[in-house]
C-alpha cells in the first residue's frame, strides 16, 4: 500500500472524486448473508476512503448513496437503508467535525423519512464552517431529476423576470444544478464490475475519466482508491483536443 501511495504525484491529484458505490448485495449473497448486512458493511468501506482522500488531499468527495431509483427497491431494503443511514450519521457527526469535514447533501432531501432528515441537517449545520476537504452524498438522488428540477426553476426565473432566456449559457445551467458549488468531478469511479453511470451526474461527467474495478463495494479500501487515481494519472486528458496539442514539440532552431 505504501508503495502505490509513493507512485502518486501530489501535484496532479483530481480535485473532485466521484464514486459509484455498488455491489453491497451481491457481496452479502456471495457470503450467503442478508443484503443488509452487505450495506453494514459497505459503512466501513465510506470510512475508510473518507479517511484516505483526505489523507491525500483530495478537496472533493462525492459518494452515491442511494438513487431515485433505489425507492422502488423491497421496502426491507429501503427501510434498513435509512436506518443504517441515520445511524451512521449520528456515529460519524464527530469524527467529520474532527476532521474538518464540509458535508453536503445532492438529492431530494424531502423524501428522506424524517428523522434522516433531521439528523443530516443538523451535521449539515455543524459542519458548515469546515473548509479541509468537502463530502457530498448523493441521497435520494438521480441527474435526471436534478435536471428536471434545474429547468423547471430556470423556466420560473424567466417567467418572473429575473432571467433572460437570451442570455442563458452553461455557467446558467450550472448555476442550477445541485453541484453548482463543487468543480466538475475529474475522476469517475464504479465498483463491483457494472460499466455504467446508473442516472449520476450525467451532466457533470461530461470529461471524466471513468475508472471501473470489480472489487465489490465493502471490499473496497484505500490501497483501491490509490490504484484508481494512479489510473487517472497515467491517462492523457485531451478535452476534444489532439495530442500534439497538448504536448508541443518543443522549438528547434
Ligand atoms: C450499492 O449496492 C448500494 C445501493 C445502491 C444502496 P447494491 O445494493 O446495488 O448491491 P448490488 O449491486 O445489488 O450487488
Ligand atoms: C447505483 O447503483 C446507485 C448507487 C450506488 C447508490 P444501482 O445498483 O442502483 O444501479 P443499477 O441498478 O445497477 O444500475
Ligand atoms: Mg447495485
Given at each position: 500500500?505504501?508503495?502505490?501511495?509513493?507512485?502518486?504525484d501530489?501535484?496532479?491529484?483530481?480535485?473532485?472524486?466521484?464514486?459509484?458505490?455498488?455491489?453491497?448485495?451481491?457481496?452479502?449473497?456471495?457470503?450467503?448473508?442478508?443484503?443488509?448486512?452487505?450495506?453494514?458493511?459497505?459503512?466501513?468501506?465510506?470510512?475508510?476512503?473518507?479517511?484516505?482522500?483526505?489523507?491525500?488531499?483530495?478537496?472533493?468527495?462525492?459518494?452515491?448513496?442511494?438513487?431515485?431509483e433505489?425507492w422502488?427497491?423491497?421496502?426491507?431494503?429501503?427501510?434498513?437503508?435509512?436506518?443504517?443511514?441515520?445511524e451512521?450519521?449520528?456515529?460519524?457527526?464527530?469524527?467529520?467535525?474532527?476532521?474538518?469535514?464540509?458535508?453536503?447533501?445532492?438529492?431530494?432531501?424531502?423524501?428522506?423519512?424524517?428523522?434522516?432528515?433531521?439528523?443530516?441537517?443538523?451535521?449539515?449545520?455543524?459542519?458548515?464552517?469546515?473548509?479541509?476537504?468537502?463530502?457530498?452524498?448523493?441521497?435520494?438522488?438521480?441527474?435526471?431529476?436534478?435536471?428536471?428540477?434545474?429547468?423547471?426553476?430556470?423556466?420560473?426565473?424567466?417567467?418572473?423576470?429575473?432571467?433572460?432566456?437570451?442570455?442563458?449559457?452553461?455557467?446558467?445551467?450550472?448555476?442550477?444544478?445541485?453541484?453548482?458549488?463543487?468543480?466538475?468531478?475529474?475522476?469517475?469511479?464504479?465498483?463491483?464490475?457494472?460499466?455504467?453511470?446508473?442516472?449520476?451526474?450525467?451532466?457533470?461527467l461530461?470529461?471524466?475519466?471513468?475508472?471501473?474495478?470489480?472489487?465489490?463495494?465493502?471490499?473496497?479500501?484505500?490501497?483501491?482508491?490509490?490504484?484508481?487515481?494512479?489510473?487517472?494519472?497515467?491517462?492523457?486528458?485531451?478535452f476534444?483536443?489532439?495530442?500534439?496539442?497538448?504536448?508541443?514539440?518543443?522549438v528547434?532552431?
Amino acid at each position: 500500500m505504501q508503495d502505490l501511495l509513493e507512485k502518486i504525484d501530489k501535484s496532479r491529484l483530481p480535485r473532485h472524486v466521484a464514486i459509484i458505490m455498488d455491489g453491497n448485495g451481491r457481496w452479502a449473497k456471495e457470503k450467503g448473508q442478508d443484503r443488509l448486512y452487505g450495506h453494514f458493511h459497505g459503512v466501513e468501506s465510506v470510512r475508510n476512503i473518507v479517511e484516505g482522500a483526505g489523507e491525500l488531499g483530495i478537496e472533493y468527495l462525492t459518494l452515491y448513496a442511494f438513487s431515485t431509483e433505489n425507492w422502488d427497491r423491497p421496502a426491507y431494503e429501503v427501510t434498513g437503508l435509512m436506518e443504517l443511514l441515520v445511524e451512521t450519521i449520528k456515529k460519524e457527526a464527530a469524527d467529520l467535525k474532527k476532521n474538518k469535514i464540509k458535508l453536503h447533501v445532492i438529492g431530494d432531501m424531502n423524501m428522506l423519512p424524517e428523522n434522516a432528515r433531521k439528523e443530516l441537517e443538523e451535521v449539515l449545520e455543524e459542519t458548515k464552517d469546515n473548509a479541509t476537504m468537502h463530502l457530498i452524498m448523493a441521497l435520494s438522488y438521480s441527474s435526471r431529476w436534478e435536471l428536471v428540477n434545474a429547468v423547471k426553476q430556470i423556466a420560473f426565473d424567466v417567467q418572473a423576470g429575473k432571467v433572460d432566456p437570451a442570455t442563458i449559457n452553461q455557467d446558467t445551467l450550472q448555476s442550477y444544478l445541485t453541484t453548482s458549488e463543487f468543480p466538475d468531478p475529474e475522476l469517475m469511479i464504479r465498483t463491483s464490475g457494472e460499466y455504467r453511470i446508473s442516472n449520476f451526474l450525467l451532466y457533470q461527467l461530461a470529461y471524466a475519466e471513468l475508472y471501473f474495478t470489480n472489487v465489490r463495494w465493502p471490499d473496497f479500501r484505500k490501497e483501491n482508491l490509490y490504484e484508481a487515481i494512479l489510473d487517472f494519472q497515467n491517462r492523457e486528458r485531451r478535452f476534444g483536443k489532439t495530442s500534439d496539442q497538448l504536448r508541443p514539440e518543443p522549438v528547434t532552431h
